[in-house]
């Protein structure tokens, strides 16, 4: 159970998300000469992912517990993140999720890094991890991609090296 002071640091985090948001479709707005409508914001994303953007529903889902932990990172870099994924939507429709259209949001007109992944302390939020090895180093795979190479016999590759996970231990 969650004590008050959490309570109250959680609802001023959700503010500071709000103001972010709202900060970040002026400079849109200002960009494209058009007006966006306001995203839903909910905070049931789970697991290792710090957000997630549904396009035709107009909603950011965040990690509550990685913004926490990370609360100014987050809201620095995964809101105006997760809100580019929504513009370039409404503005071209479907393209690549981080393709050259959000890129170009996120540097011209957030005036931010176009990262792809967080480099968030996720331990807290990991939950059973299985050790791979690829030719250039260890992986750490969560408890559902272990299952699935095991029952469906799927096969993950190395992003650097290219080369077959193989399962060490677990």
């Known amino acids: 159970m969650e004590n008050i002071s959490e309570l109250t640091g959680f609802r001023h985090l959700k503010m500071q998300v ?10 849109a707005e200002t960009h494209f000469h058009r007006s966006f409508p306001m995203p839903t914001v909910t905070y049931q994303v789970r697991g290792m992912k710090a957000g997630v953007a549904y ?22 870099q995964v809101v105006p993140h997760e809100l580019a994924h929504l513009l370039v939507y409404q503005v071209f429709g479907r393209v690549k999720p981080h393709g050259v259209e959000w890129q170009t949001v996120m540097n011209n007109v957030f005036d931010l890094p176009a990262n792809v992944y967080h480099r968030f302390d996720v331990k807290s939020v990991q939950g059973e991890t299985f050790t791979y090895q690829c030719q250039c180093r260890t992986h750490q795979l969560s408890v559902r ?4 190479i095991q029952r469906d016999h799927a096969v993950y590759f190395c992003r650097k090296c290219r080369s077959c996970l193989s399962f060490v231990s677990g």
């Open 18 to 27: 709000q103001r972010r948001l709202t900060n970040c479709l002026t400079l």
């Open 55 to 76: 396009l035709q529903q107009n909603e950011i889902r965040l990690n509550r517990t990685l913004l926490l932990e990370n609360s100014a990172e987050f809201i620095g």
């Open 145 to 148: 991609r272990h299952t699935r």
